[in-house]
């Protein structure tokens, strides 16, 4: 019996990725002749990297010193500090910001707690390029820095409860692309042990859409396949959702279904979806390799 094959319908690029990686290739288009830097991966996927590189676009870490071409220095969706644009300017760079508006949105929200002076909980993963320019936005604006605190777990926040009992005012904000089930489990932990508690749900409304629609595919589905990278957070949330509701599988690419191939023979209605950073045409072979193209 041949097996139902089911994409979902908000699945790869966001708006904020497309409209990053777009921007980003016509502006090489446009200028040829001038270097193009972009500060950290653009999105979190090797294939559209190699093909920034293979356009002559180039992915730093750190901009060079030197830069008397007039070169253009992109900012992705992910954003960037206050001092990384200070940092650009100063070396002369022409800067394009991409923020991605949903991202900004959390920043301005975080600086309000700060300036409001909330002590400023940040859910979300420290080392995470988004979460950093978060902090650094609700540091820059608070009276007291270390009042401004990031948490990848309630666990984290379980440490410093003496710390959040004495608190007269707490505000929360959430990394766009988290789920909604971690908000839920901070605010069952801090309502209890609050005096005055703020929550500014930032889960932006593509990661929203994105989760929901997976969470409805997986109960009709004896099988989910979670497409993208293992470095992109939301792809990784994807698996996380899906897993207790049904087999799951989180692979990079079409190839690596060669090492699943006894679970897929035996699911027959297959579910996939596909993370913000995760390319069209790498969804498409996946879902092709499936029907058995
Ligand atoms: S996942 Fe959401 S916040 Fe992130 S780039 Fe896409 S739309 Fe913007």
Not at 1 to 8: C, E, F, P, Q
Not at 31 to 43: D, F, H, R, S, T
Request: charged fraction near 30%.
């Amino acid at each position: 019996m041949n097996k139902n094959i089911a994409l979902a319908i908000h699945a790869g690029f966001c708006y904020g990725v497309k409209r990053a990686v777009e921007t980003t290739k016509r502006l090489k288009a446009q200028n040829p002749e001038k270097e193009i830097y972009v500060l950290g991966e653009l999105i979190h996927n090797s294939q559209v990297i190699n093909e920034l590189k293979e356009l002559g676009i180039k992915t730093v870490d750190t901009l060079p010193e030197n830069n008397d071409k007039g070169a253009i220095c992109v900012i992705r969706s992910h954003g960037a500090s206050f001092e990384v644009f200070e940092d650009i300017k100063k070396k002369g760079y022409e800067l394009v910001d991409l923020t991605c508006p949903d991202v900004k949105k959390v920043q301005d929200r975080a600086i309000e707690l700060s300036k409001e002076d909330y002590f400023v909980i940040i859910l979300g993963k420290e080392e995470h390029p988004e979460v950093v320019a978060i902090t650094a936005y609700a540091r820059k604006y608070a009276k007291d820095k270390t009042r401004v605190f990031v948490a990848k777990s309630t666990d984290a926040l379980k440490e410093i409860e003496p710390t959040l009992k004495k608190e007269p005012k707490i505000g929360i904000v959430i990394q766009t692309t988290q789920r909604i089930e971690y908000l839920k489990e901070v605010l069952e932990y801090l309502a209890p042990i609050s005096k005055e508690l703020r929550v500014i749900n930032t889960i932006c409304a593509s990661t929203s859409l994105r989760q929901n629609e997976a969470r409805r595919l997986a109960k009709e589905s004896d099988l989910m396949v979670v497409v993208g990278s293992k470095k992109s957070a939301n792809t990784t949330h994807l698996a996380e959702i899906l897993a207790p509701l049904t087999k799951t599988i989180h692979i990079e690419c079409d190839t690596e279904l060669e090492n699943y191939k006894d679970v897929i023979q035996n699911a027959q209605n297959i579910g996939v979806t596909a993370g913000a950073s995760t390319p069209d045409y790498i969804i498409n072979k996946v879902v092709g390799r499936l029907k058995g193209e």
